[in-house]
């Protein structure tokens, strides 16, 4: 009788036994294949985090903006550097806000404050603590960036007096001679951060003003501004932070920058700024190792309680064995027939397995803080789990023949008698 039609019947006919290594089956490889989508989400998460963390670094001159700034060629050659994505500074200043020859008023109601804004000038205003921290959102349009002539304010400030997107406002210092600068509405912004919250406040540049009363304005518009206050040749920045695509790669990043030959770095030094990412990654690693070890128990566990069901079956038929090697059947050709009965088996808990994962792995994914519809279960992750699956059930059905295959037929027969 041809070996795959004795596997079949026999896997038939012991149907319990067949249950009992299907429902197994199923049960390890729905786990294993949600074990590796979790740990894929993990990864992408991780790749994400790497790039979203504000992860930078910051060049600042030694002697201060009045003395050796840090100069534009110095900041046009670093942020030429594979992997720095953008640069920011920060210059600040109490300016006027004019809508048409009319003095605007913030919120704060004291005298002689009234009319004030706290003005920050920024080479890209997306980089700016303020909105990094999340302390501030922008609402509507786009943030402020190197030379395009843009000012953010506050969204109920521009209700208040009827502007929107595009109009055009003029921002000066508080002295009458000072110079008026135009500029065009580029974006609005909501607060975030609580005013009364202590740790907020902590990170305002000023702790005078309202979040409300701040304002956001190119580099361009800032050096208008503060043009009759500048003393020193050049831009006056004293310090640039410069942001990474990749955390991962800062220090490297870093590295590369110091090794400029072209700056004298007597005059400057550098800060690394990679606590948010250092502290996320961390996690992140923490549940990538938990998520693997998961994944490599419940292998090891499954394989050995799939061993001894296997063991336990093949003793059982010590009669059948002894009488096929008698009439003259190779051992390799038992075997293999014992492997047939477990394949065939797999062959259908494997797929159905896959299905199942499809619906348990989004499940599992929540208690690892991962979205459902992130945890995805995909055609490669089956591909691996059915190849490695099937070489282990190999290895397993070789193993627990091992007692009765080193026996001859009449070795195993008069056992039976």
Not at 73 to 99: K, P, R
Not at 347 to 373: C, D, I
Request: glycine fraction near 6%; charge should be negative; hydrophobic fraction near 45%.
């Amino acid at each position: 009788m041809n070996l795959g039609i004795r596997a079949f019947l026999y896997s038939a006919r012991k149907w319990k036994k067949t249950l009992l290594v299907f429902c197994l089956l199923l049960a390890i490889t729905t786990l294993v294949l949600s074990g590796l989508a979790i740990a894929d989400a993990q990864e992408e998460q991780s790749e994400e985090l790497r790039g979203v963390t504000g992860a930078s670094f910051t060049v600042t001159a030694n002697n201060g903006y009045t003395l050796q700034p840090v100069t534009d060629e110095m900041i046009e050659e670093i942020a030429a550097i594979d992997g720095v994505e953008s640069y920011n500074t920060s210059q600040y200043t109490i300016a006027n806000l004019y809508n048409q020859d009319t003095l605007m008023k913030g919120t704060d109601e004291r005298e002689g404050v009234s009319d004030l804004f706290y003005a920050t000038g920024c080479f890209d205003s997306e980089y700016s603590p303020m909105f990094l921290t999340g302390a501030l959102r922008l609402t509507e349009g786009r943030h402020v960036t190197e030379g395009d002539g843009g000012i953010i304010l506050y969204e109920g400030l521009a209700d208040k007096y009827g502007l929107s997107l595009g109009d055009t406002l003029e921002i000066k210092n508080g002295n009458p001679d000072d110079p008026l600068v135009e500029c065009e509405i580029a974006g609005l912004f909501e607060v975030i951060a609580d005013g009364d919250d202590e740790q907020a406040t902590m990170a305002k540049p000023s702790t005078l003003f309202d979040y409300k009363d701040y304002v956001f304005v190119d580099m361009d518009t800032m050096s208008a501004v503060s043009a009759p206050y500048t003393v020193s040749e050049g831009n006056g920045i004293d310090s640039v932070d410069f942001f990474v695509s990749d955390a991962a790669k800062l220090e490297s990043i870093v590295q590369e920058v110091q090794n400029s030959t072209s700056i004298d770095w007597n005059s400057y030094y550098i800060t690394v700024s990679n606590e948010v990412y250092e502290r996320i990654s961390s996690s992140i690693a923490d549940t990538t190792t938990l998520v693997t070890t998961l994944i490599v128990v419940i292998t090891v566990v499954s394989m050995v309680l799939i061993i001894l069901i296997l063991s336990m079956s093949i003793r059982s038929r010590k009669r059948e064995t002894g009488i096929l090697l008698a009439v003259g059947i190779a051992k390799p050709a038992v075997i293999l027939q014992y492997v047939l009965e477990t394949l065939l088996i797999a062959v259908v808990a494997f797929p159905l397995a896959y299905l199942s994962s499809k619906q348990v792995a989004g499940v599992l994914g929540t208690l690892f803080g991962k979205a459902a519809e992130n945890v995805i279960v995909t055609p490669q992750h089956f591909m691996l789990v059915a190849i490695v699956g099937g070489i282990l059930l190999v290895a397993a059905v070789l193993v627990s023949s091992i007692s009765t295959m080193r026996l001859k037929p009449k070795q195993i027969l008069s056992q039976m008698e």
